[in-house]
């Protein structure tokens, strides 16, 4: 199994920027496909941006394209979401979680281990 701890959370102004880290642990993070879901209370949790295991593809919902950019570094066991040009609806808690296998899921069914979140907040 792996372990999944998210860390970089805060709060900032809009327009702003934030870098969320997502270290792993137990198990090197290479293997996995890893996504960032957001939820904030009362709404559903959704995927924000994913990386495959390879880091050759990735997903990003509409709402961040241009805005934010999900990378991975192996070496480091440690996926990364840079957040620019952030806004008062980015505001939520931010989880990182982990999949067998190279696909992109979208759902966070699809997701076999989860960290436990890291607020973010944007004030305007």
């Known amino acids: 199994q792996v372990q999944l701890v998210e860390s970089g959370g805060g709060s900032v102004q809009a327009g702003g920027s934030l870098r969320l880290s997502c270290a792993a642990s137990g198990r090197t993070i290479s293997v996995y496909t890893v996504g960032w879901f957001r939820q904030d209370p009362g709404k559903e949790r959704e995927l924000v941006a994913a990386?495959?295991?390879?880091?050759?593809?990735?997903y990003y919902t509409e709402s961040v394209k241009g805005r934010f950019t999900i990378s991975r570094d192996n070496a480091k066991n440690t996926v990364y979401l840079q957040m620019n040009s952030l806004k008062p609806e980015d505001t939520a808690v931010y989880y990182c979680?982990?999949?067998?296998?190279?696909?992109?899921?979208?759902?966070?069914?699809?997701?076999?281990?989860w960290g436990q979140g890291t607020q973010v907040t944007v004030s305007s």
């Open positions: 979680a982990a999949k067998v296998g190279d696909g992109l899921g979208i759902g966070q069914d699809s997701y076999d281990y």
């Open positions: 990386i495959s295991w390879k880091g050759t593809r990735t």
